[in-house]
């Protein structure tokens, strides 16, 4: 980490620690501020075309995290039946570790329970460490791989699952609220 990065890190928990963070559904007006994020998150950013998919989508739920009236993450996620498939996450670069991944995570978790669902997904690139860690703390686990998954690189894709009633079930419930 850049010492620069460290800073503006710094700077973004002490805005969430001061202010409110809001997770709202996002809307057509958002997706300026989700796509700036979107490009500096991802090798392969989704396109405002995607993302309007989603919002027109029956299926998905896109969910917009703010502090200020400024986003500074989004949550994309599609429930099918009994089960939630987590599409896309990202929080903006200076407000990152500051628990505002972890309240969209619970957000999605509580939406799905609420509706019933059983089983949570999603894939995560193998060399993204960091992701798959975040992804255990709410008990998912490598279930799979999908081989060559992304095309930017040909990187394979590991399948992970979480079986949420059993994660309620079994105490670990405590991970789904903002720490």
């Not at 559904?25 to 796509?35: E, H, I, K, P, W």
């Not at 989704?46 to 400024?70: M, N, P, Q, Y």
């Not at 498939?85 to 570790?97: A, E, G, P, T």
Request: aromatic letters at 10%; glycine letters at 6%; a positive charge.
């Amino acid at each position: 980490m850049l010492p620069s990065d460290k800073n503006n890190t710094q700077r973004g928990f002490e805005k969430t620690q001061k202010q409110l963070v809001e997770i709202r559904q996002m809307g057509v007006n958002d997706l300026s501020g989700v796509l700036s994020i979107e490009k500096v998150s991802f090798r392969t950013p989704w396109s405002e075309g995607i993302f309007r998919d989603e919002l027109f989508s029956s299926l998905c739920h896109s969910l917009v995290a703010t502090v200020e009236d400024k986003i500074v993450g989004y949550i994309c996620f599609a429930i099918i039946v009994d089960e939630v498939h987590l599409r896309n996450i990202s929080v903006h670069k200076d407000f990152r570790r500051c628990g505002i991944a972890s309240q969209m995570m619970s957000e999605m978790i509580r939406t799905s329970q609420e509706r019933g669902v059983l089983w949570s997904t999603l894939e995560v690139r193998r060399s993204n460490t960091a992701a798959i860690q975040f992804y255990e703390k709410y008990g998912f686990e490598i279930k799979g791989i999908r081989r060559s998954y992304y095309r930017d690189t040909g990187e394979d894709a590991f399948i992970m699952w979480v079986n949420l009633k059993e994660y309620s079930s079994r105490g670990r419930k405590r991970h789904f609220h903002h720490e």
